[in-house]
């Protein structure tokens, strides 16, 4: 607001958490504009996912401010729509009704509710199982219910906290081309949060690579593979070269976790 | 931040096809239904041949000529009806109070130190002990009868619900935050239907003890009812009535079972 010239959807400014005497995020400032897709890339335990909850109106900052499209947010915030790890379905509701839930609480009729919702089922391709149970669906199906019941609610930024960390390989290389479509589609600020910079470099239009506790940011790059980001552009100079600079300052961190911890 | 990545990934496998025992389905069916005729035909045997006396414990044949004369004389469903409408009556109305109350007390600490003391007090005490009160109360009618079964299972019914709140994944509540649950949304839309199989599971058992606390009613005072019919068969030393009471009584907890469990099954098909 003071004068800050960009459209910034997200701003953190020197952000620091502590939890009782530990300091989990230390002095963190950053932007994330309208329409950039953020990969943040660290090791565990470097504040990521204190970041997400913080921005989501979970958690609120020690020090600092967190501002979401210009204001602060003293409570959970349903204009930053977070896909968990573990997919927070509710079980007890069929796939529509799960994606249908966030429309339900702005108060939508039931036929509204339902029109809208097949646009999102459609979308995450699970025509046909509309009316399945989440305990019916496998874990990759799972998550495209929670991505579809994000989108349905129309957020202005899109969080993922370690989406596709507990799918198998393949389910979670064809999720993360969908993703990418669908942000192709979409144009949503995403925030997306891995420890996998493969994936960070095949999502992001930026990565943000952070350090062991307590968090600070220590990379901010550009990511300007061309897309598709298919198997060739996963073996080009390019790639490799951005990999091996990142995995750098990564493996450093780890390094330094590891004889924190010991 | 994690350090178990693969745990919830574990539970989208298929499960293990449940184990069977050596016994299984239809033959199980068959020995069971041997085993219930051996006995019948074991105790009537005992009876007919005089090893024991139809005054301590008449045989099956007694019982079921008790049971068809009730039957003629229009008295027999009558007793049964009263009872399990007592037991209907002042088990819903518990459990319209306790669901409610026990999902609100389970989700904020604030009301729960209010109402503990209160709770604690009520929470030992018999159904039986309010029999005293509830006659003073409500006399002798059918209120009275309503309140001992109210009593007896409001206040187990309310800690069964209060834990069952306490099982509710809290990541589903912040899903629901999330997406835009208010307060009240959160507990209707997710408290409540998360702690479903454990408050129904819960409402089983107290079931089972709303039906001790109306036969406990009946045998003190009442004109109609199982505990009825079994007070006064022993008033005119009929033990085929007080047995036929026993009887009707374990047959009717079994059918209510039964269409619990129906009920059940069609409320939780979502679960695995």
């Known amino acids: 607001m003071e004068g800050l010239t960009s459209n910034a959807v997200i701003r953190f400014s020197d952000v620091s958490k502590s939890y009782g005497s530990l300091l989990a995020l230390n002095d963190v400032s950053f932007n994330v504009e309208e329409g950039e897709f953020v990969v943040i890339v660290g090791a565990s335990g470097c504040g990521k996912s204190t970041m997400l909850n913080m921005i989501a109106g979970f958690d609120q900052p020690s020090n600092g401010r967190i501002e979401v499209q210009g204001k602060e947010h003293s409570g959970v915030n349903p204009q930053c729509g977070m896909v968990f790890q573990q997919y927070a379905l509710f079980p007890w509701m069929t796939v529509e009704d799960n994606i249908a839930f966030g429309l339900k609480m702005k108060g939508q009729s039931k036929a509204e509710r339902r029109q809208h919702a097949q646009e999102f089922i459609e979308m995450v391709g699970l025509r046909g199982f509309e009316k399945a149970y989440p305990k019916a669906l496998s874990g990759g199906m799972r998550q495209r219910v929670a991505i579809a019941r994000v989108l349905a609610n129309s957020p202005s930024v899109m969080l993922f906290d370690e989406p596709f960390a507990a799918l198998d390989a393949m389910t979670r290389q064809v999720l993360q081309e969908e993703l990418v479509k669908i942000y192709e589609q979409q144009r949503k600020t995403i925030l997306f949060i891995t420890h996998s910079i493969d994936e960070a470099l095949l999502l992001s239009s930026r990565i943000v690579v952070m350090s062991a506790r307590p968090g600070r940011i220590v990379q901010d790059i550009q990511n300007d593979l061309p897309h598709p980001r298919n198997a060739e552009v996963q073996l080009s100079e390019r790639y490799v070269e951005l990999k091996r600079h990142i995995w750098g300052s990564v493996q450093a961190e780890v390094m330094r976790s590891i004889e924190g911890a010991a | ?272």
Not at chain 2, 9 to 26: E, Y
Not at chain 2, 72 to 85: K, N
């Open chain 2, 1 to 272: 931040m994690r350090a178990e990545p693969a745990v919830r990934g574990a539970s989208s496998a298929p499960p293990l096809p449940r184990r069977r025992g050596p016994i299984a389905g239809a033959s199980k069916l068959i020995i069971s239904l041997v085993s219930c005729i051996l006995i019948i035909a074991v105790w009537e045997g005992a009876v007919r041949f005089g090893f024991i006396q139809p005054l301590f414990l008449p045989a099956p044949s007694q019982i079921v000529n008790r049971a068809m004369l009730m039957l003629e004389q229009g008295t027999l469903f009558g007793h049964v009806i009263a009872s399990t409408w007592r037991v209907m009556v002042g088990f819903v109305l518990a459990s319209c109070v306790a669901i409610p109350l026990g999902i609100f007390l389970g989700t904020s600490a604030l009301s729960r130190a209010i109402f503990d003391p209160v709770l604690s007090f009520l929470r030992p005490l018999p159904s039986m002990s309010w029999i005293p009160l509830s006659l003073l109360w409500f006399g002798i009618g059918e209120s009275q009868k309503y309140s001992i079964v109210f009593m007896g299972s409001f206040a187990p019914s309310l800690l069964y619900v209060m834990e069952a709140t306490k099982g509710v994944d809290p990541l589903l509540v912040k899903a629901a935050q999330n997406l835009g649950a208010k307060q009240k949304d959160v507990m209707l839309e997710v408290i409540l239907p998360a702690s479903l199989p454990q408050i129904i599971s819960g409402l089983k058992v107290m079931l089972g003890i709303a039906w001790t606390c109306v036969i406990s009613a009946e045998l003190v005072a009442a004109r109609e009812g199982l505990g009825f019919l079994i007070m006064n068969g022993k008033e005119y030393f009929q033990t085929d009535t007080v047995v036929l009471g026993m009887v009707l009584i374990s047959l009717t907890v079994m059918a209510t079972d039964i269409v619990f469990r129906a009920l059940e099954r069609r409320i939780l098909k979502w679960k695995d």
